[in-house]
């Protein structure tokens, strides 16, 4: 199915719902029933028919849909957060003495989740260097059951060959996560490469105006089924009826703002990368990143995220060129219409953050705006330098 079929139309009922566009929000926790039978059929199919809002919503049918098709997937859930997908989807591949393999630096919280949770209920784990399929070969234990992949991560965007691994995987009979945030379903698919599960922030790209906070976790149907039975309806990290309709309006332009963010991207890189004052740019397609041939091999050319590197040490210097952005609202997260600034020196003494991280290191997120004012406002700030 083409991209847009899936995004304007798949999964929308309008005939059932008067011919609106745009889908009804179905802001009801509970359905009826006309008759006791009717109920008690209904509740064999608690997950797949209005029942009761925690295992089955339309408006959240509907995103679910298109999402599984976007991502090349059997079928899809939707969470509260993407946090609560990850959790979900690494609880239900291990259980007590299980050993996991997991890329080195995946997102701040999927480390707690497996070197702090999952130990707390005696699941062991390694975290490896995730640009040597050999790392992962040398990882393996009789007890591995999970191998967890993050490509490219979020902040200094080392990647996995995610064909490579996912076959590593296979012979091990060991299940495969990948978090697919940074390039989207539209510009990597790792399905289509192998991974087992795919999970998603839907905060960030997919839902795309810095309004809502949710996760999306793609699989087969046999591992959705197995998910949604266990991890989903006994936590119970559900997304509201109101943000699965914002994920949708997200979706209506997702194609669009990725194309301009990485048109946006490529302008503001080259600029960055000559600059006399910039030590060095991470980006993932830039032909100075050391793993460019398997970004462009696995993944669409996209971007937003990049991450930069002051000509100095100098807190002081680094405060003041983040202050002189302005255009770039100083805030975590990405992928919304806004430009925005994450300088490593505002971390401090977070607890989440566990790797020294220099303090002349800022990550830059471009959004939509006009390409020559980004420059222009990185230019002026960068003569604070
Ligand atoms: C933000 C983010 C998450 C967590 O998602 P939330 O929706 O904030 O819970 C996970 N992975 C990556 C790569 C992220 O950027």
């Not at 309004?211 to 991890?231: H, W």
């Not at 960055?272 to 980006?283: G, N, P, Q, S, W």
């Amino acid at each position: 199915m083409n991209i847009y079929e899936i995004i304007n139309h798949f999964g929308e009922e309008r005939s059932g719902y008067e011919g609106s566009v745009s889908p009804p929000i179905f802001q009801s926790s509970i359905f009826s029933f006309e008759s006791v039978d009717d109920m008690r059929q209904s509740l064999k199919r608690e997950l797949e028919t209005p029942f009761y809002t925690r295992g089955y919503n339309p408006t959240v049918a509907t995103v679910r849909k298109k999402l599984a098709a976007l991502e090349k997937a059997e079928d899809c859930i939707l969470f509260a957060s993407g946090s609560a997908a990850i959790a979900a989807a690494a609880m239900h591949c291990v259980a007590q003495g299980d050993h996991i393999i997991s890329v080195a630096k995946p997102y701040s919280w999927t480390t707690t989740l497996i070197s702090k949770l999952l130990a707390n209920y005696g699941v062991e784990s390694t975290f490896v260097d995730g640009t040597d399929v050999a790392n992962f070969r040398a990882a393996i234990r009789p007890n591995t059951k999970l191998i967890y992949l993050e490509s490219p991560n979020s902040l200094t965007f080392e990647m996995q060959d995610l064909n490579a691994v996912s076959e590593l995987a296979k012979q091990h009979d060991v299940i495969t996560i990948c978090d697919n945030s940074y390039a989207t379903p539209l510009n990597q698919h790792p399905i289509e490469l192998g991974i087992d599960i795919v999970v998603h922030s839907a905060s960030k790209f997919i839902g795309g105006h810095s309004d809502v906070v949710a996760g999306v976790l793609c699989s087969s149907k046999k591992i959705v089924a197995e998910i949604l039975g266990d991890e989903f309806m006994t936590l119970g990290g559900i997304i509201s009826p109101n943000d699965a309709w914002l994920l949708n309006r997200g979706l209506r332009t997702l194609p669009v703002r990725v194309e301009k963010v990485r048109d946006n991207s490529f302008k503001v890189l080259e600029m960055l990368e000559a600059h006399t004052k910039i030590e060095r740019v991470l980006f993932p397609f830039s032909k100075s990143h050391p793993q460019v041939e398997l970004a462009q091999k696995q993944m669409k050319p996209c971007g937003g995220l990049m991450t930069i590197y002051l000509k100095t040490n100098d807190v002081q210097k680094v405060e003041e060129f983040c202050n002189s952005l302005n255009l770039f609202l100083i805030a975590c997260s990405w992928g919304g219409f806004e430009s925005l600034q994450f300088p490593m020196c505002a971390l401090g003494e977070s607890r989440n953050y566990q790797h020294e991280l220099p303090v002349n290191m800022i990550r830059l997120y471009i959004g939509l705006e006009d390409p020559e004012l980004l420059i222009a406002n990185l230019e002026q700030a960068l003569e604070k330098v």
